[in-house]
Protein backbone atom coordinates (compact mmCIF):
# COMPACT_ATOMS: atom_id res chain seq x y z
CA UNK A 1 0.00 0.00 0.00
CA UNK A 2 1.11 2.98 -0.69
CA UNK A 3 1.38 5.83 2.38
CA UNK A 4 0.07 9.51 1.71
CA UNK A 5 2.79 11.76 2.82
CA UNK A 6 2.17 14.30 5.67
CA UNK A 7 3.70 17.61 6.44
CA UNK A 8 3.20 18.63 10.05
CA UNK A 9 2.57 22.49 10.50
CA UNK A 10 3.04 23.21 14.19
CA UNK A 11 5.00 20.69 16.94
CA UNK A 12 1.97 18.76 18.73
CA UNK A 13 3.21 15.32 19.70
CA UNK A 14 -0.41 14.17 20.29
CA UNK A 15 -0.76 14.70 16.74
CA UNK A 16 2.46 13.24 15.49
CA UNK A 17 1.34 10.17 17.03
CA UNK A 18 -1.64 9.88 15.73
CA UNK A 19 -0.10 10.26 12.29
CA UNK A 20 2.88 7.51 12.88
CA UNK A 21 0.02 5.19 14.26
CA UNK A 22 -1.89 5.30 11.11
CA UNK A 23 -0.25 2.69 9.02
CA UNK A 24 -1.88 4.73 5.41
CA UNK A 25 0.10 7.65 6.51
CA UNK A 26 3.86 8.74 6.90
CA UNK A 27 5.31 11.93 8.32
CA UNK A 28 7.88 13.52 6.65
CA UNK A 29 8.33 16.48 8.71
CA UNK A 30 7.30 19.83 10.29
CA UNK A 31 6.75 23.59 9.51
CA UNK A 32 7.56 25.80 11.75
CA UNK A 33 8.65 29.66 12.08
CA UNK A 34 12.15 28.60 13.72
CA UNK A 35 13.97 25.22 13.39
CA UNK A 36 12.80 23.62 16.68
CA UNK A 37 16.10 22.27 18.55
CA UNK A 38 15.83 18.61 19.76
CA UNK A 39 12.96 17.57 17.72
CA UNK A 40 13.17 13.97 15.90
CA UNK A 41 11.55 15.02 13.11
CA UNK A 42 12.64 17.00 10.04
CA UNK A 43 12.32 20.61 9.52
CA UNK A 44 10.44 21.66 6.33
CA UNK A 45 11.01 25.55 6.53
CA UNK A 46 8.56 27.79 7.75
CA UNK A 47 5.44 28.95 6.75
CA UNK A 48 6.44 31.27 4.29
CA UNK A 49 8.90 28.21 2.49
CA UNK A 50 5.55 26.01 1.61
CA UNK A 51 5.48 25.44 -1.89
CA UNK A 52 2.54 23.49 -3.33
CA UNK A 53 2.96 19.55 -3.50
CA UNK A 54 0.28 17.13 -4.80
CA UNK A 55 2.16 14.53 -3.04
CA UNK A 56 2.22 16.05 0.03
CA UNK A 57 -0.90 16.73 2.24
CA UNK A 58 -0.82 19.38 5.63
CA UNK A 59 -2.38 18.83 8.56
CA UNK A 60 -2.65 21.97 10.90
CA UNK A 61 -1.70 20.83 14.17
CA UNK A 62 -1.59 24.55 16.13
CA UNK A 63 -4.22 24.55 18.99
CA UNK A 64 -5.23 28.35 18.46
CA UNK A 65 -8.22 28.70 16.57
CA UNK A 66 -7.10 32.42 14.90
CA UNK A 67 -3.50 31.19 14.14
CA UNK A 68 -5.26 27.80 12.55
CA UNK A 69 -7.61 30.07 10.39
CA UNK A 70 -4.69 31.88 8.91
CA UNK A 71 -2.59 29.02 8.42
CA UNK A 72 -5.59 27.43 6.43
CA UNK A 73 -5.85 30.48 3.92
CA UNK A 74 -2.01 29.68 3.15
CA UNK A 75 -2.00 26.02 2.70
CA UNK A 76 -3.94 23.45 0.09
CA UNK A 77 -4.31 20.09 0.61
CA UNK A 78 -5.36 19.99 4.02
CA UNK A 79 -5.97 16.30 5.56
CA UNK A 80 -8.94 15.38 7.88
CA UNK A 81 -7.42 13.48 10.60
CA UNK A 82 -9.89 11.05 13.08
CA UNK A 83 -7.92 8.50 15.13
CA UNK A 84 -9.35 5.30 15.10
CA UNK A 85 -9.71 5.39 19.07
CA UNK A 86 -12.31 7.74 19.21
CA UNK A 87 -16.29 7.23 18.47
CA UNK A 88 -18.06 9.44 15.95
CA UNK A 89 -21.58 8.48 15.37
CA UNK A 90 -22.65 7.51 11.65
CA UNK A 91 -24.81 10.58 11.80
CA UNK A 92 -22.23 12.94 12.49
CA UNK A 93 -20.72 15.74 9.86
CA UNK A 94 -16.59 16.36 10.16
CA UNK A 95 -15.58 19.49 8.25
CA UNK A 96 -12.22 19.31 6.28
CA UNK A 97 -9.05 19.72 7.68
CA UNK A 98 -10.65 18.70 11.40
CA UNK A 99 -7.97 16.76 14.01
CA UNK A 100 -10.27 14.09 16.14
CA UNK A 101 -7.51 12.78 19.09
CA UNK A 102 -8.32 9.30 20.48
CA UNK A 103 -10.48 8.94 23.10
CA UNK A 104 -13.17 11.61 21.44
CA UNK A 105 -16.98 11.16 21.33
CA UNK A 106 -18.76 12.60 18.73
CA UNK A 107 -22.62 11.89 19.30
CA UNK A 108 -25.37 11.48 16.50
CA UNK A 109 -26.58 14.84 14.21
CA UNK A 110 -22.99 16.88 15.87
CA UNK A 111 -21.35 19.07 13.01
CA UNK A 112 -17.93 20.23 13.16
CA UNK A 113 -17.05 23.07 10.79
CA UNK A 114 -14.11 23.69 8.72
CA UNK A 115 -10.09 23.54 10.91
CA UNK A 116 -11.87 22.43 14.35
CA UNK A 117 -8.89 20.53 16.80
CA UNK A 118 -10.84 18.19 19.25
CA UNK A 119 -8.25 16.79 21.57
CA UNK A 120 -7.72 13.91 23.82
CA UNK A 121 -10.99 12.27 25.83
CA UNK A 122 -13.35 15.48 24.67
CA UNK A 123 -17.39 14.43 24.59
CA UNK A 124 -19.47 16.15 21.95
CA UNK A 125 -22.90 15.21 22.73
CA UNK A 126 -26.08 15.23 20.20
CA UNK A 127 -26.75 18.08 18.19
CA UNK A 128 -23.99 20.06 18.43
CA UNK A 129 -22.88 22.94 16.12
CA UNK A 130 -18.80 23.81 16.11
CA UNK A 131 -18.10 26.19 13.92
CA UNK A 132 -14.76 26.81 11.59
CA UNK A 133 -11.64 27.12 13.35
CA UNK A 134 -12.66 25.92 17.14
CA UNK A 135 -10.64 24.44 19.50
CA UNK A 136 -11.76 21.74 22.14
CA UNK A 137 -9.11 20.86 24.39
CA UNK A 138 -8.79 17.65 26.65
CA UNK A 139 -11.54 16.62 28.75
CA UNK A 140 -13.96 18.84 27.63
CA UNK A 141 -18.07 17.86 27.42
CA UNK A 142 -19.96 20.15 25.27
CA UNK A 143 -23.78 18.64 26.10
CA UNK A 144 -26.73 18.61 23.87
CA UNK A 145 -27.66 21.73 21.58
CA UNK A 146 -25.09 23.54 21.66
CA UNK A 147 -23.91 25.95 19.27
CA UNK A 148 -20.26 26.87 19.43
CA UNK A 149 -19.76 30.27 16.90
CA UNK A 150 -16.31 29.88 14.86
CA UNK A 151 -13.19 30.60 16.21
CA UNK A 152 -14.11 29.45 19.75
CA UNK A 153 -11.73 28.10 22.31
CA UNK A 154 -13.28 25.77 25.17
CA UNK A 155 -10.56 24.89 28.03
CA UNK A 156 -9.56 21.47 29.22
CA UNK A 157 -12.19 20.03 31.25
CA UNK A 158 -14.71 22.72 30.63
CA UNK A 159 -18.67 21.39 30.85
CA UNK A 160 -21.21 22.98 28.67
CA UNK A 161 -24.82 22.96 29.39
CA UNK A 162 -27.25 21.78 26.97
CA UNK A 163 -28.60 24.54 24.45
CA UNK A 164 -26.09 27.14 25.69
CA UNK A 165 -24.28 29.50 22.73
CA UNK A 166 -20.80 30.34 22.69
CA UNK A 167 -20.18 33.24 20.81
CA UNK A 168 -17.66 33.62 17.76
CA UNK A 169 -14.28 33.73 19.35
CA UNK A 170 -15.19 33.33 22.92
CA UNK A 171 -12.63 31.60 25.37
CA UNK A 172 -13.74 29.45 27.99
CA UNK A 173 -11.42 28.78 30.71
CA UNK A 174 -10.26 25.40 31.34
CA UNK A 175 -12.53 23.58 34.32
CA UNK A 176 -14.76 26.15 33.63
CA UNK A 177 -18.88 25.24 34.08
CA UNK A 178 -21.15 27.52 31.28
CA UNK A 179 -24.78 27.67 32.55
CA UNK A 180 -26.09 30.49 29.93
CA UNK A 181 -24.33 31.83 26.69
CA UNK A 182 -21.11 33.52 26.39
CA UNK A 183 -21.11 36.67 23.81
CA UNK A 184 -18.75 36.75 20.68
CA UNK A 185 -15.34 37.88 21.78
CA UNK A 186 -15.79 37.36 25.74
CA UNK A 187 -13.73 34.81 27.82
CA UNK A 188 -15.74 33.06 30.68
CA UNK A 189 -14.17 31.51 33.72
CA UNK A 190 -15.01 29.04 37.25
CA UNK A 191 -18.22 27.50 38.06
CA UNK A 192 -20.37 28.77 37.23
CA UNK A 193 -18.39 30.44 34.41
CA UNK A 194 -18.48 34.30 34.67
CA UNK A 195 -17.17 36.72 32.22
CA UNK A 196 -13.61 37.88 32.92
CA UNK A 197 -12.96 40.06 30.17
CA UNK A 198 -13.64 40.84 26.22
CA UNK A 199 -11.02 40.79 23.59
CA UNK A 200 -10.99 41.61 20.13
CA UNK A 201 -9.27 38.73 18.24
Same mark, same amino acid.
Given at each position: ??????????????????????????????????????????????????????????????????????????????????????????? +?? =? &?? #?? %? /????????? !? *??? $?? @????????????????????????????????????? +?? =? &?? #?? %? /????????? !? *??? $?? @???????????????????????????
Amino acid at each position: MQKTKIALVGEDWDVIDLIENLPHLELVGLFAPTVIHGTELRHLGSDADWKADNATKIVIAVDLPKVRQKLFDHYCDILTLVSPNCYVSLR +AH =I &GE #GC %I /IQRGVTLMA !H *AKL $GR @GCKINLNATIHHDVSIGDFCTIAPGAIILGHVTIEQG +AY =I &GA #GA %I /IKQRCRIGS !H *AIV $GA @GAVVVRDVPDHTTVVGVPAQPKSVHNV
